[in-house]
């Protein structure tokens, strides 16, 4: 799944570039120019993001300032850029929150080693805290045992594909699924335009799921965009 990334930056070029490069390395790059366009990207990105990047020195407002935004929300990555030599930003920026800190001119290679090692331990910390169980529509997905049940207790009978289909359905409920995507974290490669086969396996899964395939209401088509898994979903640990 590609990761998105949200940067504010007043200088264009800096941006500019540092969209080109993280995008060749498969992330997905939000801009913002300034404190405002930040705040109001990070207030309807906020579920979305992965990581985000924050120039100390902005027009009208500074970094410290929106560090303090994010981490009153939300537990998202934070690096900091500064082109103070003083560690007096380096400590401050850590003191409120930031993840890492990175001085300005930097190697661009650099800045993505630390993103790399972030995101690292952020799915690490993630797995200790995921849940165990995926509830809807009276069926349970269980990660542990690998399972699905329904509303009878009765076993659903899933392939490692359609576990790893249902399973990545289940983590992004409501969300427009691109078929290239689907098919990287199921098969590891993209859906080539003639490959029907993430197709079949999405029919197999309505099948299984008891989703009428006619007018599924489950797992919906999206013309010309992909899936969309509809159901409510609740996550537990137990």
């Given at each position: 799944?590609?990761?998105?990334?949200?940067?504010?930056?007043?200088?264009?070029?800096?941006?500019?570039?540092?969209?080109?490069?993280?995008?060749?390395?498969?992330?997905?790059?939000?801009?913002?120019?300034?404190?405002?366009?930040?705040?109001?990207?990070?207030?309807?990105?906020?579920?979305?993001?992965?990581?985000?990047?924050?120039?100390?020195?902005l027009?009208?407002?500074?970094?410290?300032a929106?560090?303090?935004?994010?981490?009153?929300?939300?537990?998202?990555?934070?690096?900091?850029l500064?082109?103070?030599?003083?560690?007096?930003?380096?400590?401050?920026?850590l003191?409120?929150?930031?993840?890492?800190?990175?001085?300005?001119?930097?190697?661009?290679?650099?800045?993505?080693?630390?993103?790399?090692?972030?995101?690292?331990?952020?799915?690490?910390?993630?797995?200790?805290?995921?849940?165990?169980?995926?509830?809807?529509?009276?069926?349970?997905?269980?990660?542990?045992?690998?399972?699905?049940?329904?509303n009878?207790?009765e076993?659903?009978?899933?392939?490692?594909?359609?576990?790893?289909?249902?399973?990545?359905?289940?983590?992004?409920?409501?969300?427009?699924?691109d078929?290239?995507?689907?098919?990287?974290e199921?098969?590891?490669?993209?859906?080539?335009?003639?490959?029907?086969?993430?197709?079949?396996?999405?029919?197999?899964?309505?099948?299984?799921?008891?989703?009428?395939?006619?007018?599924?209401?489950?797992?919906?088509?999206?013309?010309?965009?992909?899936?969309?898994?509809?159901?409510?979903?609740?996550?537990?640990?137990?």
């Open positions: 799944m590609t990761r998105k990334i949200l940067i504010v930056d007043d200088d264009q070029k800096t941006r500019v570039l540092l969209k080109t490069y993280l995008e060749k390395n498969q992330y997905e790059v939000i801009l913002s120019h300034n404190g405002e366009s930040f705040v109001a990207e990070f207030n309807s990105q906020m579920n979305q993001l992965s990581l985000v990047i924050l120039d100390v020195m027009p009208d407002t500074d970094g410290f929106l560090c303090k935004v994010v981490r009153q929300k939300s537990n998202i990555p934070i690096i900091m500064t082109a103070s030599s003083d560690d007096t930003d380096r400590i401050v920026g003191e409120l929150g930031a993840d890492d800190y990175i001085a300005k001119p930097y190697n661009p290679r650099e800045l993505l080693a630390r993103i790399k090692a972030i995101l690292r331990r952020t799915a690490i910390a993630d797995v200790a805290s995921a849940p165990r169980y995926y509830r809807f529509l009276g069926f349970t997905l269980d990660l542990i045992e690998r399972k699905v049940t329904d009878t207790g076993l659903v009978a899933l392939t490692g594909l359609d576990y790893q289909l249902l399973k990545y359905f289940v983590e992004h409920p409501g969300d427009v699924l078929r290239n995507v689907l098919s990287e199921t098969r590891g490669r993209d859906a080539g335009p003639l490959d029907r086969s993430l197709d079949v396996q999405i029919s197999r899964l309505r099948l299984l799921l008891k989703d009428d395939s006619k007018q599924p209401t489950l797992i919906k088509t999206v013309r010309g965009a992909g899936y969309v898994f509809s159901a409510d979903v609740s996550a537990a640990s137990a």
